[in-house]
């Protein structure tokens, strides 16, 4: 069965550059989550997406921003990159609605900030 | 809010024993899941087992069981006969049963086999 896809699955960066991330949901899926693990953390929740509309906000920096397009798919951008942005993003998708359905994670980009 | 904890940082057992992991959440809420995910050295979040808060019944999925105490707000995770691949950090996890809710995550417990 199709699974989440994130691309890039790694990336290095440097301070104060930007980076973007890209969730592909599993096909039928509508809605999109996006969680940051850093290291040796539990995942932290910063930003979801039903229908390409946000539908919930966490602790995301205003220096990051995202949205989902026609196709569902996702993308995170992270702006003026810092040494603490570096960690594993993970996007997870279900289906959405009134309903909770179960979330699907993808293998994380891991950004690298130097 | 709610919140997720795991007290246990670290454990260890020897291959095919039994081990359990503890977690304790609170909430306001009455409808919502709980979960184990299991998260090995490569990093993919798995899922291992999840329970509806409305169920009284205990989740099991083959060697993975839990114990849900609803009054209490504990969810521990036992693994039985447990083998190598079963080395790998474990987060629990919460969410309200409604719409698009977010995963909250406990801290994790990272659980090593031993042969």
Known sequence: ?114 | AQTVTQSQPEMSVQEAETVTLSCTYDTSENNYYLFWYKQPPSRQMILVIRQEAYKQQNATENRFSVNFQKAAKSFSLKISDSQLGDTAMYFCAFRINFGNEKLTFGTGTRLTIIP
């Open chain 1, 1 to 114: 069965a199709a699974g989440v896809i994130q691309s890039p699955r790694h990336l290095i960066k440097e301070k104060r550059e930007t980076a973007t991330l890209k969730c592909y949901p599993i096909p039928r899926h509508d809605t999109v989550y996006w969680y940051q693990q850093g290291p040796g953390q539990d995942p932290q929740f910063l930003i979801s997406f039903y229908e390409k509309m946000q539908s919930d906000k966490g602790s995301i920096p205003d220096r990051f921003s995202a949205q989902q397009f026609s196709d569902y798919h996702s993308e995170l951008n992270m702006s003026s990159l810092e040494l603490g942005d570096s960690a594993l993003y993970f996007c997870a998708s279900s289906l959405g609605g009134d309903y909770s359905y179960e979330q699907y994670f993808g293998p994380g980009t891991r950004l690298t900030v130097t």
